[in-house]
């Protein structure tokens, strides 16, 4: 990390690539936010850089990245564009389904090195257990970036003659199944403040047959792949790229705001921002703040990750530690975007202003159930050893 951004340069062969990229994106920021959806050109040129191949298993020729890898790709894209990086946030960990497949089975949703996968986790879905296939109604929000896959998934609960299936613990049991995009209905509901650019509106089927094969439990199912990125938290890894767009967002705001500070006169007075002593106060303590966001989310990512290494169990604590510092570190950023835009002054309310649109970006990922507010009573329970339902965490 130099200063407040990561050199992504030296990570494989997608970070150079991905870097070619990034002036595109930027210039195409706001042509983003007006389409309400990522170019299908846009999302051709990432799928071919291998910026949704991070989490691909790499007997699929995944790039299998480590969790920090995965979280300076995600949250450079977002620099250039919030919009962006949650496409490929969202892509990036659909593919986690593969390691819990079977290899054919897997091969033929994600084998492709350049198919773009997407899906929704919450079981919005109802499906029937008809033996050895599935037939599956539901419709799903936040579909993001699914106008671009080949592939969706789409949470449902499991129903067997009517009755709803059970976890062993008495819990809803649930499912995510995975089903070309070709057979769905798409819905124009995606009419929002901000990350507009994402495209997630609805995605429907309605009494699909979908192949059991082509179904996972994140929750009751082993993954079949044994590398030490699927022993990692699942559910922590998607906060984790909801906390890496956060932060990019946030990066670029505070350097969009450092920037005019110093070059922006006062009205009258014929100084710069940058002397006046409230806003160097304001811009040093919103350095701290993402500086200590990013750093807390390191450690947090490496504990886990050392866990995960050993092949050993994720213990509980180092769960509840990821979900709070991706939590914080998605609420930092909103706030630091709130300063730069309240900084910005009377030229940041138009909506075609990026400081505007990286304050909106900001508010609605802190939205996202991995990052919601209800995320620090989860982790104040386990802090103060109280009983947890430890399945979404």
Not at 74 to 83: H, I, K, L, P
Not at 223 to 243: E, I, M, Q, W
Not at 363 to 380: C, D, K, R, S
């Amino acid at each position: 990390m130099t200063g407040l951004h990561y050199d992504i340069s030296g990570i494989g062969s997608v970070g150079p690539d991905i870097l070619t990229l990034l002036p595109e994106i930027a210039a195409r920021a706001e042509d983003i936010e007006q389409a309400r959806q990522l170019p299908a050109d846009l999302a051709a040129k990432l799928a071919r850089a291998g910026a949704f191949n991070l989490s691909k298993p790499a007997v699929l020729g995944g790039l299998e990245l480590a969790p920090l890898d995965f979280m300076k790709i995600v949250a450079t894209v977002s620099e250039a564009d919030a919009s962006t990086g949650w496409c490929v946030m969202i892509a990036v960990t659909s593919t986690l389904g593969a390691a819990y497949m079977a290899e054919p089975v897997a091969r033929e949703i994600f084998g492709r090195d350049d198919v773009i996968t997407g899906g929704v986790f919450a079981p919005m879905g109802r499906a029937e257990d008809k033996g050895d296939h599935y037939l599956l109604s539901g419709q799903w929000q936040w579909g993001s970036g699914s106008a671009n896959c080949a592939w969706l998934g789409g949470g449902a609960m499991i129903f067997k003659d009517g009755e709803l299936q059970k976890f062993d613990n008495g819990a809803p049991y649930h499912r995510m199944l995975f089903f070309p995009a070709a057979e769905v209905s798409f819905v124009d509901s995606w009419h929002v403040a901000g990350l507009k650019g994402t495209g997630s509106g609805d995605f429907s089927v309605e009494r699909l047959k979908v192949p059991k094969e082509r179904s996972v439990s994140f929750v009751g199912d082993t993954p079949r792949d044994t590398g030490a990125l699927y022993k990692f938290p699942l559910f922590g890894l998607l906060a984790l790229g909801v906390s890496s767009v956060a932060l990019g967002n946030a990066r670029a705001a505070l350097a969009e705001i450092q920037d005019i500070a110093i070059h922006k006169k006062t009205p009258g007075g014929g100084r710069s921002m940058a002397q006046r002593a409230t806003v160097q106060v304001d811009l040093a303590r919103a350095t701290a703040q993402l500086c200590g966001a990013f750093s807390y989310l390191e450690n947090a990512i490496s504990e886990c990750w050392a866990e995960a290494q050993e092949g050993a169990e994720i213990s509980a604590k180092g769960r509840a530690n990821l979900r709070l510092a991706c939590a914080h570190a998605t609420e930092v950023s909103a706030e630091i975007c709130k300063t730069a835009y309240t900084l910005g002054g009377g030229a940041a309310v138009y909506s075609n202003h990026s400081l505007q649109r990286r304050f909106r970006d900001a508010h609605v990922a802190t939205q996202h159930i991995a990052t919601a507010p209800a995320v620090f009573e989860l982790a104040g329970r386990i802090l103060l050893d109280q009983p947890v339902d430890m399945a979404m965490l």
